[in-house]
């Protein structure tokens, strides 16, 4: 198994968990999400948590090729982004889940996005495709 299999095994399932939970539990999301926002220390401890997250998979992972392992050294980076996003400005957090109201299409547009990508790196994990 090599790295970019490995890494996708471990972010596919965990994004068609989020999708799911997104779409099916739809008012527990929204609850979550808009708690979140709200709580600083929790949207710092969760830019820690990713800017770590995606520090490893970079250190481990930076390949710019043309193929999909791409996707996982832009994953990576997003993670580094999102992280020091939520850690220097947690406000921002806020201000996207203040913008988006219950039943808005973009929770299902996204939570498509997280599960079509998660199953796609699901998918190349473990050799289907």
């Not at 929204?30 to 709580?39: G, L």
């Not at 806020?94 to 219950?102: M, Q, T, Y």
Request: aromatic residues 12%.
């Amino acid at each position: 198994m090599t790295t970019s299999q490995f890494i996708a095994g471990l972010i596919g399932p965990l994004f068609m968990a989020i999708a799911a939970f997104m779409v099916i539990r739809r008012d527990s999301f929204q609850e979550f999400a808009k708690a979140a926002a709200y709580d600083r220390p929790l949207i710092f401890l969760a830019g820690g948590i990713l800017l770590v997250s995606g520090l490893a998979i970079v250190q481990v992972h930076n390949l710019w090729v043309s193929d999909w392992r791409v996707i996982i050294t832009l994953l990576g980076w997003l993670c580094v982004l999102g992280g020091l996003i939520r850690i220097f400005s947690p406000e921002f957090a806020r201000s996207i889940v203040d913008e988006i109201k219950p039943g808005h299409p973009a929770i299902v547009i996204t939570a498509a996005a997280y599960f079509a990508l998660g199953a796609f790196l699901t998918a190349k994990a473990h050799g289907i495709l």
